[in-house]
């Protein structure tokens, strides 16, 4: 029991809390067991996707919590359960994709973290809708970080950021973890559109208030 305790605990000694609730030990998952069925009841609930882009929710309370955890604090774990609750969602749609493709981090920042967390996100969701992911896209190298950007400069920079491989004639699933202004995933639909792709629809697991 010992062992098993040991990987959920932080640098300092102490156990994971669930960053849903802060409160409650995290499980294996990342989620303590009240919050993962919370979350999944929460996501059955919300009515049907009815355009291309869908979320689980607002970028605030415990979305904001589980993102940042898994983005800045390297908690890969939750992609797991995040990717199934994006599954959930594209389920009660009508669109089917033949892939799913991630939006990119900046080589920057995939490297500053050791991971990208937008291909966690979008492998697990593959896994659970029995779709297959590629990483069909790649960010040019003049492209800059978005994070430091105004609303304008995002447009600006994320209309020549994106370069994707060859998708004819296939529906594509783009996943991605915030949507803020919509440049990013707007130029990784049309870096799609221009290889081919027959459709794209774009799920995300949280989207700003101002969006």
Not at 8 to 29: H, N
Request: proline share 6%; with cysteine; glycine share 10%.
């Amino acid at each position: 029991m010992a062992a098993a305790l040991e990987m959920f605990r932080t640098a300092s000694g102490s156990l994971r809390r669930c960053p849903a609730c802060t409160s409650a030990p995290a499980a294996r998952g990342g989620l303590c067991p009240a919050c993962a069925a919370r979350l999944t009841a929460a996501v059955a609930a919300l009515p049907p996707p009815t355009g291309p882009i869908f979320w689980l929710g607002a970028y605030a309370g415990p979305w904001s919590r589980l993102v940042h955890a898994l983005k800045f604090e390297g908690d890969q774990r939750l992609a797991g359960p995040l990717g199934r609750l994006l599954a959930l969602r594209l389920g009660r749609c009508g669109f089917h994709p033949d892939l799913v493709v991630h939006v990119p981090a900046s080589p920057a920042r995939a490297s500053e973290r050791g991971f990208d967390q937008a291909a966690l996100l979008a492998a697990a969701l593959a896994a659970e809708a029995g779709v297959a992911a590629r990483g069909l896209l790649r960010r040019s190298t003049t492209s800059l970080s978005q994070a430091r950007l105004s609303r304008a400069q995002r447009s600006l920079n994320a209309g020549a950021s994106f370069e994707a491989r060859p998708c004819h004639g296939r529906k594509v699933l783009l996943v991605d973890d915030v949507l803020t202004t919509g440049a990013t995933t707007a130029a990784c639909a049309a870096a799609l559109d221009g290889a081919g792709a027959a459709e794209v629809w774009t799920a995300v697991v949280a989207r700003t208030a101002r969006h």
